[in-house]
């Protein structure tokens, strides 16, 4: 009995690590394990923001990046086209039209959500793009071998790669200003919006105030969170006065973006259907052509 | 029992003791009634008003208030703001009054704003914004209205000269000379405003007329050097009748429509009054102005039916023929309701009480006059 029991212990153990081992991997990319309940967010209020783009400019000096005087941003024809974040400004501001008040457009800063579960940390095959406890989504240098697959996962279509520099090409995007926050600093952009359309802190009491807020003025807000629940959570959250795709916000749903990416990487990998296809496409050539080899030698 | 009763009377001091602490301590500034309906409320029933923005009602006159005040802190482009505090809160008074800016301050005195507001954003309280952001969205809620580029210099003080010298201002209110309304009535077709000699011959402030108003009603970038303007309005467009009126009507309330509705009666103006009230005019009131009948100030209100409420004592000198029919000597000295039984004059008189075979109109009671006649 005893034997007879430990065998089919094993067996049903073997099972289910079999079962475990081949099934195909779902959306487990997110970290889950390391998101602090307390992890840091920044709540963008489309609504107070003014277009000063003063946060444009706080972030290019935070960041070395080389900006014009402060004063040149009063200027507003930027917003004449709509702009992406690229490797020389890590956000930008741009203006939508506003239907109740044509001379008050509304203006939405752009940059790295922060995605709970980032598609671009599942995407990086060397893991040089990593999610931090406190919320951040920063790059490592000294492990990116440039492959860029960060900016294809990406759902919001962030990172940008340095492809002018030869040597030492970098990805660039928002890093959620981690050095400075080390320091106890704020956010360079959130320190310096004059309105607080930026509000940085615990992401739980930054959705919390973005329902209280939206609760009571229902006149001013949409009733949603964009990144509230947007491929499992951003870091990032916005309020708006209009409907999210109306600013450019892409329709994603609720499930992380790793999910897509992971589930093809991962089903691609799966079974090892790479290396045994490609042992069989071998196998079939060296078949075919000894068989031909054999016919030839019959003939001759 | 013993024990119990001290039980009890512990419990009845203790509450005298609770409800000494909750009473107002002497010396304090705050009114409770600003946050407490109840004079004694309780822990367990504070019986709060309905906070928090209530008004602030009679705490002092705007002249009491300070003229100028510095506003915010020195930097490295720019300096503080000199606010013009009271020019502001005389304008807030067409507005939403001094409870547009200092909003959660229903209790004497007045309050800071870095009382609520955090000096600095990095803070515990996250719910409300830091003391620099409250100040920027306050002023900017309307400032940015005429000032959508958002130029600091336009309120903060500028280090630079040469920015100095650029730094616009804020547009100066354009006053119109007169504004003319248009009725869209086929008589007094229109109503002519004389704005400027409401504010320069009359003297009147700006806040005995305008109430409600947005800082953009007056001070519109569109309007900036349109003083001697000429404006034409649609009173029809976007508000009622009343809200039109309401303005005049704090002066002109007793006054007759003619005087600003050239020529205007109820039928001039279309108005359908039997349709409408119930009560048709006759070719006697149909001329009339409507403040003849509606005398009461503010709108229109419902004029008692009963002939004898404007025509004291008419029945006992009516001249009769002066409706077509001169009464013949038998129904000469009648009281009038003997025929006109329900006191509807203008409808059919009734001859059945008194005679059995006759009935109007085939038998009248007396001589048929042309109206002309009569009136002569």
């Known amino acids: 009995m005893k034997s007879q029991n430990r065998r089919s212990f094993l067996k049903a153990s073997t099972a289910i690590a079999a079962a475990a081992g081949l099934t195909p991997a779902t959306a487990n990319a997110g970290p889950k394990n390391i998101l602090s309940p307390n992890r840091m967010g920044v709540l963008v209020d489309t609504t107070v923001c003014i277009g000063c ?72 095959i060397v893991g040089a793009i990593s999610k931090q406890a406190d919320g951040a989504v920063i790059w490592d240098t000294d492990k990116c071998i440039g492959c860029r697959y960060c900016m294809v996962a990406c759902p919001f279509q962030i990172p940008a790669f340095e492809y002018n520099k030869a040597i030492g090409p970098r990805i660039m995007k928002c890093d959620f200003c981690t050095e400075r926050r080390g320091e106890g600093k704020l956010p360079a952009c959130v320190e ?53 795709d109306k600013l450019q916000f892409p ?39 000894r068989q031909r080899g054999d016919e030839e030698e019959e003939h001759s | 029992m013993k024990p119990i009763t001290l039980i009890g009377l512990l ?43 209530l008004k602030i009602k009679g705490y002092h006159a705007i002249d009491e208030a300070p003229a100028t005040m510095s506003l915010g802190a020195e930097g490295a482009k720019y300096g503080p703001v000199n606010f013009a505090h009271r020019a502001h809160a005389h304008m807030a008074e067409t507005g939403k009054g001094c409870v547009g800016c200092h909003h959660y301050d229903q209790a004497r005195p007045i309050q800071k704003c870095k009382n609520c507001h955090a000096v600095s954003r990095k803070r515990e309280d996250l ?30 003080q500028v280090k630079d000269a040469v920015a100095k010298a650029a730094a616009k201002k804020s547009t100066t209110v354009a006053a119109p000379q007169k504004i003319i309304y248009e009725t869209g009535s086929k008589e007094g077709k229109t109503v002519t405003f004389f704005h400027a000699d409401h504010t320069g011959r009359f003297a009147l402030a700006c806040a005995e007329c305008h109430q409600q108003e947005s800082c ?26 009343e809200q039109a009126h309401a303005r005049c009507a704090t002066c002109h309330a007793k006054d007759e429509c003619s005087v600003c509705h050239k020529g205007m009666s109820p039928k001039s103006i279309g108005f359908d009054h039997g349709r409408r009230t119930g009560f048709a005019l006759n070719r006697f009131h149909a001329p009339l102005d409507c403040k003849q009948c509606h005398k009461s100030a503010g709108g229109f209100t419902r004029v008692n039916a009963d002939c004898e409420s404007c025509h004291k004592g008419w029945q006992a000198k009516f001249d009769h023929a002066k409706t077509g029919l001169a009464l013949d000597e038998q129904h000469k000295d009648l009281d009038c309701t003997s025929c006109h039984e329900d006191k509807t004059f203008h409808a059919k ?28």
């Not at chain 1, 491929?231 to 209009?242: F, H």
């Not at chain 1, 992971?262 to 071998?282: M, N, R």
């Not at chain 2, 409250?134 to 959508?148: E, F, G, K, S, V």
Request: some cysteine.
């Open chain 2, 349 to 376: 008189p009734v001859c059945k009480s008194c005679h059995d075979d006759k009935a109007w109109p085939a038998q009248r009671p007396g001589k048929a006059v042309g109206r002309e006649t009569a009136k002569k």
């Open chain 2, 127 to 156: 719910g409300k914004p830091d003391l620099k952001a409250a100040m920027h969205r306050q002023c900017l809620d309307c400032h940015r209205d005429w000032n959508p580029t958002g130029s600091c210099a336009s309120c903060h």
């Open chain 1, 251 to 289: 329709k994603l749903g609720v499930n992380p973006a790793p999910g897509v990416s992971e589930s093809i990487q991962h089903g691609i990998f799966a079974y090892f259907v790479p290396p045994v296809s490609l042992y069989a496409l071998l196998g079939a050539v060296m078949w075919t052509s």
């Open chain 2, 216 to 241: 953009r009603g007056c001070h519109d970038r569109k309007r900036i050097g349109a003083n001697n303007a000429v404006l034409t309005r649609h009173t029809t467009a976007g508000i009622t009748e």
């Open chain 1, 53 to 124: 783009r003063n946060c444009e400019w706080a972030c290019k000096t935070a960041h070395g990046l080389d900006t014009p005087p402060l004063e040149t941003y009063e200027d507003k024809t930027p917003f004449d086209q709509m702009r992406r974040p690229d490797t020389t400004a890590l956000t930008v501001v741009n203006r939508y039209e506003n239907p109740e008040n044509p001379e008050l457009p509304t203006t939405v800063k752009v940059q790295c959500m922060h995605c709970d579960h980032p598609a671009c940390v599942s995407a990086c």
């Open chain 2, 11 to 53: 419990f009845v001091a203790g509450g005298a003791l609770s409800a000494q602490s909750a009473a107002p301590k002497s010396g304090s500034s705050m009114d409770c009634r600003a946050c407490h309906t109840a004079a004694t409320p309780t822990k367990a029933n504070p019986s709060l008003v309905a906070c928090p923005r």
């Open chain 1, 192 to 244: 310096s919006c004059p309105v607080e359309a930026l509000t940085f802190g615990p992401r739980e009491d930054l959705v919390r105030i973005a329902k209280d807020r939206v609760r009571h003025a229902p006149e001013r807000y949409v009733d949603h969170i964009y990144g509230e629940y947007e491929v499992g959570g951003t870091s990032w959250c916005y309020l708006a006065g209009t409907e999210f």
